[in-house]
């Protein structure tokens, strides 16, 4: 079975024994599963002291990411950088603990890669925010990541996964995954089929803007969901975690992914369409954070696309999700069957919404960035 799809397999002791390759202080005392992510294998590790921190101790999906070890450069790089601009690095940044040999993972005798954070204390959330200021504190952290980002270049940290948001790279997958059909179930997604041809060409305006330089190339977190955010116990946003995708992007792309995910009043595998709307509420608390983490840091053209950027990703993620559907569920992990097709019919009510509202959405932006730069 594919390492992606399988249950987290684990057991006290082999925790243990993985937990001991990095140079966590303390004591082990306990191990369970931690999290709910669609792709790695999570573990919260409790240590016995009082002094000493817990960790996250996460076997990473090979599978997705076949090059760990230029990931988990990006992540140190990246998090090392935040950290020195940090006031409290140990909760502002993520700590990537160091295996024995000094590397930013381990890899054991089965092939299998490993990684360890320091755990941050925080709040649960949830997968969207319970009011508005706490939407305006995660559009914060996302824009402000840009920004303490903004000094190192997009050339200096790996690719990981090439043309991740590319829509028209997702176009030519769903289009191969459409003409093999492994598992005839095209017959079943006719009208979602339909609606990804539908709109295609209009959805490669960012790429358009990019390749005529009227929006940079940046180093951008590429997987801006709500509960991507810690909180602290006060509700405000400490940290952005989840790095496996921080490499060269565009703004209306982490702009575009907050919004989808936190602006959605369903969930992300809803079976009701009729009860998925776009929260107008949360999308200018979440706009305006977003602005005001990048303290005037963004250019016309990436703010004339950034309500752009919640439609494109909308219909992104719901195109993946119809792609792996239709491909056999090799990428998502799934738990019941039809479940990626649920979560794209999920994505394309949110993206009919948005399309109701895109003009409202457009001037919410606009008037935001006129009060933050009056």
Same mark, same amino acid.
């Given at each position: 079975m594919p390492e992606k799809n399988s249950k987290p397999w684990f057991s006290e002791a082999a925790l243990r024994v993985a937990a001991s390759h990095f140079a966590m202080e303390g004591t082990f005392a306990s191990g369970a599963a931690y999290g709910s992510g669609h792709i790695h294998d999570t573990f919260l590790v409790r240590t016995r002291e009082r002094s000493s921190p817990d960790y996250i101790l996460q076997r990473i999906n090979r599978v997705i990411f076949t090059d760990i070890p230029a990931m988990m450069e990006n992540i140190a790089r990246v998090c090392e950088h935040i950290r020195r601009q940090a006031r409290d690095p140990d909760r502002e940044a993520l700590t990537?603990?160091?295996? @024995?040999? #000094?590397?930013?993972? +381990?890899?054991? /005798?089965? =092939? !299998?890669?490993? !990684?360890?954070? %320091?755990f941050i204390e925080h709040r649960e959330l949830g997968q969207r925010p319970g009011r508005p200021q706490q939407a305006f504190e995660a559009g914060k952290l996302f824009g402000r990541f840009i920004v303490q980002l903004a000094d190192l270049p997009p050339s200096s940290l790996h690719v990981i996964i090439p043309r991740f948001h590319d829509v028209e790279f997702r176009l030519e997958e769903f289009a191969r995954a459409l003409l093999a059909d492994p598992l005839g179930r095209r017959h079943k997604a006719a009208a979602e089929i339909a609606l990804v041809n539908e709109r295609a060409e209009g959805m490669k305006r960012v790429l358009a803007a990019g390749r005529e330089a009227r929006i940079p190339l940046r180093v951008t977190h590429n997987d801006t969901k709500f509960n991507n955010v810690l909180f602290d116990r006060w509700g405000r946003g400490l940290c952005l975690i989840d790095l496996d995708t921080v490499m060269p992007g565009y703004v209306p792309y982490d702009f575009g992914d907050a919004v989808r995910s936190a602006a959605?009043? @369903?969930?992300?595998?809803?079976?009701?369409? #009729?009860?998925? %709307?776009?929260? $107008? =509420?949360?999308?200018?608390?979440?706009? !305006?954070?977003?602005? +005001? =983490?990048? %303290? /005037?840091g963004l250019g016309a053209g990436e703010r004339e696309l950034l309500a752009f950027g919640a439609t494109l990703l909308t219909y992104t993620i719901g195109l993946r999700f119809l792609t792996d559907h239709l491909a056999g569920d090799l990428y998502f992990?799934?738990?019941?069957? #039809?479940?990626n097709l649920q979560r794209a019919r999920a994505q394309f009510a949110l993206l009919a919404d948005m399309e109701r509202?895109?003009?409202? $959405?457009?001037?919410?932006? !606009?008037?935001?960035?006129? @009060? @933050?730069?009056?």
């Open positions: 990537v603990i160091p295996a @024995a040999d #000094g590397l930013p993972f +381990h890899r054991d /005798g089965e =092939g !299998r890669y490993w !990684r360890c954070f %320091r959605n009043t @369903a969930c992300e595998d809803e079976t009701d369409s #009729g009860s998925v %709307r776009l929260d $107008m =509420g949360v999308y200018r608390e979440l706009a !305006r954070g977003f602005l +005001h =983490g990048l %303290r /005037g992990k799934t738990a019941r069957p #039809g479940h509202r895109f003009a409202e $959405m457009e001037e919410i932006v !606009r008037g935001l960035a006129a @009060a @933050a730069t009056s």
